[in-house]
């Protein structure tokens, strides 16, 4: 994204979450989520790691467009 410094994780297995993954999460200042669900990583996510994650949702059955993913990020990183 232009002028911004981001980051992507890809979390391939949900169960059992990567051995490392709350030391990757605490390196970051903010954590976004996008989910297209109701936040169940998230949810997840807050409670394992103890991370102030944000959540970015749609439950349409559409997939995000990539600028929908870009407003929203820039939103969250706006505070």
């Known amino acids: ?3 911004l410094e981001v980051s992507h994780i890809h979390v391939r297995n949900i ?3 990567p051995k490392n993954l709350g ?5 970051f200042d903010q ?6 669900n109701n936040g169940q990583l ?3 996510l807050r ?5 102030d994650a944000q959540g970015i949702n749609k439950v349409t059955g ?8 870009e407003e929203a990020v820039r939103a969250h990183l706006r505070g």
């Open 1 to 3: 994204m232009e002028g």
């Open 31 to 36: 954590v976004v989520v996008p989910e297209m």
């Open 15 to 17: 169960w059992p979450l």
């Open 62 to 69: 559409q997939p995000f467009a990539i600028a929908e993913l």
């Open 23 to 27: 030391d990757l999460l605490s390196g």
């Open 42 to 44: 998230l949810t997840i």
């Open 47 to 51: 409670s394992e790691y103890l991370v």
